[in-house]
């Protein structure tokens, strides 16, 4: 080995260890680190995001690995530059199954799997779970894209408002508006400009949490509140298992007029 | 430092460099591995799991952190104990994110969700697509939980076919069908079983890809298909973003008797 590959090396271990012996705790027999889950200095630090560079580089790794890719490398990667270890070590590209609601099953919106993922990443549950609860929400509300790219492949996007957090909803309800369709390259246009918008949003909340400053501006629908009084953990006809939702009646259409027992108004 | 410390400390930057130079391009000015996503060797190199061992491992993961930390960690936990590095530095609390469908908004099935990602960490897209298909058909399809836990907290806990990978649905299906509540500890235990039942037919597939013996058991439902033909992708109403899913019907409960257009058959 070279001298100056040498040292090129040893400065590699060095910055490797510093990263690493933070989150080992146990060397195995075989001389590799045996961390335990419970063991990793965990969240990891966070340092204060650019809401547009996030977005910025949100809207390109769309266009590389699909929208969930998208939106956690948005956040993962500003860190990854401005922080180094230990999220040089995250294996981003993993993030890429979350496309389409999942390897194309319209469930979860794939920009949204990607922004919970890294927002946990940086915080447990008790800090973790509001930022997502109002970023959800927010995005059953809000018409999106909210946020243009700087140098987009089409000049203008229409916006829509989902009333959902899946993938299928939200998309059909764009190109019932737009009258473009699922697989056109406009609809692509579109998630990649709606994956900006929702890292955006996200790198703002973590900035205003981290400055202690964070605020609900999207809180539960009311009509939500009113069946899940009913439906949700502790109703007396308590089968339905979510604590928050943007409309029941995305789905259930004719709950209103044949619901089986009287409404409560 | 002791010579037994000193000698410790270098086992572990060995095992750790054997590890990290696979994934490292680039050292930064502050001597810490500044790898860019591109360069993460990816994806990470799988061993054989055993399907029960990784099942027992979800169930106790699934009362530490939820379903999609249960479902992660069963099959990454393995992973780290039988490889090592890389899987020692992966910040799998971080997956907690996804139980209840995302911090309780009951979307996508958070056993699903941490599946697909322990499925995209040893598989790209091309090999791994394919696996998540089939688990997810399979999901819909197959009465759940079917496998139950060797020290379980209740002895008994019926199954049903959720027609659906999404949290709310599957949840709530199963409570029609055994009578239990959402927020009983029975539903949680069934949940629980549920994410050792998908770690274990996971752990199945990704073996049976390994040995080049992978097929698919549960295609896509011909009656999905069928509305597919118009409203998916190259449809002549092609509206839905999706390429699969279990039934269009379970929430578009009055297409067929009030379809807009006469449907084809």
Redesign the interface.
């Given at each position: 080995m070279a001298e100056r590959d040498r040292r090129?090396?040893l400065?590699?271990?060095?910055?490797?260890?510093?990263?690493?012996?933070a989150?080992?705790g146990l060397?195995?027999l075989?001389?590799?680190?045996?961390?335990k889950?419970e063991s990793?200095a965990?969240?990891?630090p966070y340092k204060k995001v650019d809401p547009i560079a996030a977005a910025e580089r949100a809207y390109q790794a769309y266009y590389q690995g699909g929208c969930m890719y998208g939106a956690f490398?948005g956040i993962v990667?500003e860190l990854?530059?401005a922080v180094?270890?230990?999220y040089?070590?995250?294996?981003?590209?993993?993030?890429?199954?979350?496309a389409?609601?999942?390897?194309?099953?319209?469930?979860?919106c794939g920009a949204?799997?990607g922004a919970?993922?890294a927002?946990?990443?940086v915080h447990?549950?008790k800090t973790?779970?509001p930022i997502?609860?109002e970023l959800?929400a927010w995005h059953g509300a809000e018409a999106l894209p909210n946020y243009k790219p700087r140098t987009p492949k089409f000049d203008k996007i229409v916006a829509s408002v989902a009333d959902s957090?899946?993938?299928?909803i939200s998309?059909?309800r764009w190109?019932?508006k737009s009258g473009f369709?699922?697989?056109?390259k406009e609809?692509a246009e579109r998630c990649a400009w709606v994956t900006a918008s929702v890292v955006k949003y996200t790198a703002e909340l973590l900035n205003n949490q981290a400055a202690g400053r964070f605020t609900v501006a999207h809180p539960v629908p009311v009509a939500v509140k009113e069946c899940l009084s009913c439906h949700?953990?502790?109703g007396s006809v308590?089968?339905?298992?979510?604590?928050?939702?943007s409309s029941c009646t995305n789905?259930h259409?004719?709950v209103l007029k044949n619901h089986p027992v009287p409404l409560k108004k």
């Open positions: 090129h090396f400065k590699t271990v060095g910055g490797v260890t510093l990263g690493m012996t989150v080992s060397v195995g075989n001389g590799f680190s045996q961390t889950a990793v965990f969240p990891w490398e990667g990854r530059e180094g270890a230990p040089s070590s995250f294996p981003t590209a993993m993030m890429k199954y979350g389409a609601g999942v390897s194309g099953w319209g469930t979860l949204l799997n919970a993922a927002i946990f990443l447990e549950g973790g779970n997502i609860n959800y957090q899946l993938c299928h998309v059909t190109c019932e369709k699922s697989g056109s609809r949700g953990k502790d308590a089968n339905v298992h979510a604590a928050a939702h789905c259409t004719d």
